[in-house]
């Protein structure tokens, strides 16, 4: 069955979010590891995530997806920017610790004029620095739109990160459908052709999520405007395709589109309908 959710405010805790998640229909949800706009990160609360743990076990949702604040660049010029994501990622994997077999999603960043090979050099540094070798948690990469200097619109910069880490067999790949749409991957008419290309450059091994987005832009846009499932360039019909393709149908699937709860219920109940 579709595993699917959206994106959900952490602010009331873990066991609120899953019980959210619940009441619209999702089995799986993605959530903010603090406070995008920065400050200190709240300390878990242990009761809190073993009551959460308990519910997964009575409704099957699972798999929630950490996302890290996108504020963070790991491949800024200036240090004290490279050094606040390095205490952000290395936090949170600490913190990550007390979810079991954890997933968390964090933009790889904007190289900003450096070039994109000093980004991967960066980046894989960062990761270098915060992976640790007895950590449960494996963190996504996530595939950018290539809007400005971002690093990550191709599949080919995602390998040169994952080649260049040590400890690579904790790094793997979250997917958003509109940004490789934006990015110049034509998901619609193509995506025979990007998954398998996707494999390889990549691996489908190293593919652990999908972001799954309708665009407001077209192919190749590097814009990064999420639209909602069916009202954008994407379409309802290429999404039909995305939930039921053999290498994608298993994976967990989180909306960002811009919805509330009500919205999200519908996509979710919509999606489900659409997958075999
Ligand atoms: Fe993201
Ligand atoms: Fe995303
Ligand atoms: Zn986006």
Redesign the pocket.
């Known amino acids: 069955m579709l595993r699917i959710g959206c994106h959900l405010s952490s602010s009331k805790g873990f066991l609120d979010m899953a019980r959210t998640a619940r009441s619209i229909g999702a089995t799986t949800f993605q959530y903010f590891t603090r406070n995008p706009r920065g400050g200190a990160a709240k300390e878990w609360n242990a009761a809190d995530i073993e009551a959460m743990l308990m519910l997964f076990e009575q409704t099957g949702i699972g798999s929630p997806l950490a996302?890290a604040p996108y504020t963070i660049n790991a491949c800024a010029k200036e240090e004290r920017t490279r050094q606040f994501a390095l205490e952000t990622l290395a936090d949170d994997i600490r913190r990550l610790e007390m979810i079991p077999d954890a997933l968390y999603?964090f933009h790889p960043g904007s190289h900003v004029g450096q070039g994109a090979e000093k980004g991967i050099e960066l980046i894989a540094d960062a990761l270098d620095q915060v992976l640790k070798p007895d950590q449960h948690t494996t963190v996504l990469l996530?595939t950018m739109a290539g809007k400005g200097t971002e690093v990550g619109r191709t599949f080919e910069e995602l390998r040169s990160i994952i080649d260049k880490v040590k400890l690579s067999e904790k790094v793997g790949v979250?997917l958003?459908t509109?940004?490789v749409w934006d990015g110049g991957y034509d998901i619609v008419d193509h995506l025979d052709d990007v998954i398998e290309e996707f494999d390889k450059v990549i691996g489908l091994d190293r593919l652990k999520a999908i972001?799954i987005?309708d665009s407001m832009n077209p192919c190749g846009a590097h814009k990064d405007r999420?639209q909602k499932i069916g009202q954008g360039y994407i379409g309802t019909e290429a999404f039909g395709r995305i939930v039921n393709h053999p290498a994608l149908k298993d994976l967990p699937f989180?909306l960002?589109t811009p919805n509330e709860l009500e919205g999200y219920q519908e996509e979710i109940a919509l999606l489900r309908s659409l997958a075999r």
């Open positions: 996302h999603n996530e979250c958003d509109c940004h972001h987005n999420h989180y960002e």
